[in-house]
């Protein structure tokens, strides 16, 4: 069982209450219901996120820059497995291939899979880390988990001044303006107002329901 490899497919991405601007990937193997959760940053959350939600964002992320590179050298991402260092951290193995040579790459879980994402490769882990620290769905199923969806994941700071304010600046706004808002600050790359703004957007149409 410890080298059987079972493939996984990301099935969302849930903010993380206990580590302040953490954020929980939830992987889950395809055959089955046993569930991974890994602790990423802020940072990678929101590439997966734009993957996701199919998000365009005006100048290409890390992991799109990469994912060009590798495309414009021939250099195909074959799979990944995702492993566990001794303390405890996810890592992740990735094997690349250009022409006959091949070679396996050591990487954070969290890039391997934003750019597994954009090169349609095939994510794995092994039985044994699967059933060890796996979790069933049925009793890992957060509310705050956000699969692919109109959803969009909070920011830190966005977050924090939610949390440490009893008004939002935003208060006087309509929806339409807000929008127009959250463009220009897509458009300036200003992600975490962006991020602010959506998640007043979200929190209306919240309480409209």
Same mark, same amino acid.
């Given at each position: 069982?410890?080298?059987?490899?079972?493939?996984?497919? $990301?099935?969302?991405?849930?903010?993380?209450?206990?580590?302040? &601007?953490?954020? %929980?990937?939830?992987?889950?193997? =395809?055959? &089955?219901?046993?569930?991974? #959760?890994?602790? $990423? &940053?802020?940072? =990678?959350?929101?590439?997966?996120?734009?993957?996701? +939600?199919?998000?365009?964002?005006?100048?290409?992320?890390?992991?799109?820059?990469?994912?060009?590179?590798?495309?414009?050298? *021939?250099?195909?991402?074959?799979s990944i497995v995702i492993k566990q260092l001794e303390n405890?951290?996810?890592?992740?193995?990735? /094997?690349?291939? +250009?022409?006959?040579?091949?070679?396996?790459?050591? %990487? /954070?879980?969290?890039?391997? $899979?934003?750019?597994?994402?954009?090169?349609?490769? #095939?994510?794995?882990?092994?039985?044994?880390?699967?059933?060890?620290?796996?979790?069933d769905r049925e009793s890992f199923a957060p509310k705050n988990?956000? %699969? #692919? @969806?109109?959803?969009?994941?909070?920011? /830190? !700071?966005?977050?924090?001044?939610?949390?440490? @304010?009893?008004?939002? #600046?935003?208060?006087?706004?309509?929806? =339409?303006?807000?929008?127009?808002?959250?463009?220009?600050?897509?458009?300036?790359? *200003?992600?975490?107002? %962006?991020?602010?703004? !959506?998640?007043?957007?979200? !929190?209306?149409?919240?309480?409209?329901?």
């Amino acid at each position: 069982m410890e080298n059987e490899l079972v493939r996984l497919k $990301i099935v969302g991405i849930t903010y993380n209450q206990i580590e302040n &601007g953490m954020y %929980a990937m939830v992987l889950e193997e =395809e055959d &089955g219901s046993l569930r991974l #959760p890994i602790i $990423i &940053g802020y940072n =990678e959350a929101q590439s997966i996120e734009c993957m996701l +939600q199919k998000i365009k964002t005006p100048r290409p992320l890390t992991h799109e820059f990469t994912s060009e590179i590798l495309g414009a050298f *021939d250099i195909v991402m074959e799979s990944i497995v995702i492993k566990q260092l001794e303390n405890g951290i996810f890592t992740a193995d990735v /094997r690349f291939r +250009q022409g006959e040579t091949t070679c396996v790459i050591d %990487a /954070r879980s969290s890039d391997a $899979i934003a750019l597994a994402m954009r090169t349609d490769s #095939p994510v794995f882990t092994s039985r044994e880390l699967l059933e060890r620290c796996g979790i069933d769905r049925e009793s890992f199923a957060p509310k705050n988990l956000h %699969a #692919p @969806s109109r959803q969009s994941i909070p920011a /830190r !700071k966005a977050i924090e001044r939610v949390k440490n @304010s009893d008004s939002s #600046p935003y208060e006087g706004e309509s929806i =339409e303006s807000l929008k127009r808002m959250m463009e220009e600050a897509v458009r300036m790359e *200003d992600y975490e107002k %962006a991020g602010e703004i !959506k998640l007043e957007i979200e !929190k209306r149409h919240s309480d409209a329901d």
